[in-house]
C-alpha cells in the first residue's frame, strides 16, 4: 500500500508541476477577444453588468486534524480544520485561475490580497477595444476596476437590488464548478487521509481542479450548457 501512495503522489507532483502554469493563468488562451465573448455570454443570460466574463470564489477543503499548528488551519465559522483555495471560472466551466492552499483562518479578502489575481487582471482583463472587465464576486471582496460584489445593506437603491439580483442568477455557475471537482474527484473529500506534513494536500486539490478542467474540455459540462459556451478543445488547454 505505501508503495502505491507513494507512486500515486510522485505522479500528481509531476502533473502539478508541468501544468502549474495552466491554473495560475494561461494569458495565451485567455485573450480579450475571448473575454470579451464570455461576457457577452453572461450578459445574455441577463446578468446587470454587461462586462463580467467570469467569477471570483473560494473553495474550503476539510483536513484531517493537525499535529502542529493548529490555529493557521482551524475555521471558527464551519468547526473544523481546513484549506482554502482561490478560484475564478468563466462561463465555459474552466477554473481559469486557482490559488492556494491558504489557511481554514484566512478571511477571503486576505486571501485575494495575497494572491496574484489582481495583478493578473491589472495586466490582461480588457477586451479588445481595451475596455475594463471585470469578475464578479461576494461581499467579502473589494470593488475595484476589475472587481465587482454584490451590494450588502438594509438600504439598496432599485438598482443595486436588481443587480444583485440578476447577478446572483448567474454566479451560482462558479459553484456548479466546484461541485463538480468533488463529484468527480471524491477522494479530496477523504479527510482522515488529508493531513498537513505527511499528505501534500495542497497538491492533490489543484491535481483535482486540473483533472476537472480536461473533463470538461472532453464532456462539457453545466456550466458551459448554461451559458452556451464551448470549452477548449483538451489540446488548446493542455498548449500541445
Known sequence: WSGILRIATQTMLFIANCFACILHFDKTQ?????????????????????DCFGFVDRTMHAICHPTRD?????????????????????????????????????????IF???????????FAFG?????????????????LHVQVLHKGSNLTPRQAALNASMSQVRIASEWGYGKVTSLKGFINYTHHM??????????????????????CFYGGVTSSYFNIQPPLPEDYLCL
Not at 477577444?33 to 441577463?46: C, I, N, S, W, Y
Not at 473544523?80 to 477571503?108: C, E, M, N, R
Not at 499528505?199 to 480536461?214: E, H, M, R, S, Y
Open 30 to 50: 485567455m485573450t480579450g477577444e475571448l473575454m470579451r465573448g464570455f461576457a457577452d455570454a453572461v450578459a445574455a443570460k441577463g446578468a446587470g453588468y454587461v
Open 70 to 110: 493548529q490555529h493557521i488551519s482551524y475555521n471558527g465559522w464551519k468547526r473544523f480544520h481546513a484549506v482554502k483555495f482561490q478560484g475564478a471560472t468563466s462561463p465555459d466551466g474552466i477554473i481559469w485561475h486557482l490559488s492556494g492552499p491558504y489557511g481554514g483562518q484566512w478571511h477571503d479578502l486576505r
Open 113 to 123: 490580497c495575497n494572491s496574484p489575481l489582481y495583478d493578473i487582471l491589472e495586466q
Open 128 to 144: 479588445p477595444n481595451n475596455e475594463p472587465l471585470i469578475i464578479y464576486g461576494d461581499p467579502a471582496y473589494v470593488q475595484s
Open 195 to 216: 493531513q498537513l506534513g505527511r499528505t501534500p494536500v495542497g497538491t492533490i486539490d489543484k491535481v483535482a481542479i486540473f483533472l476537472t478542467n480536461c473533463h470538461t
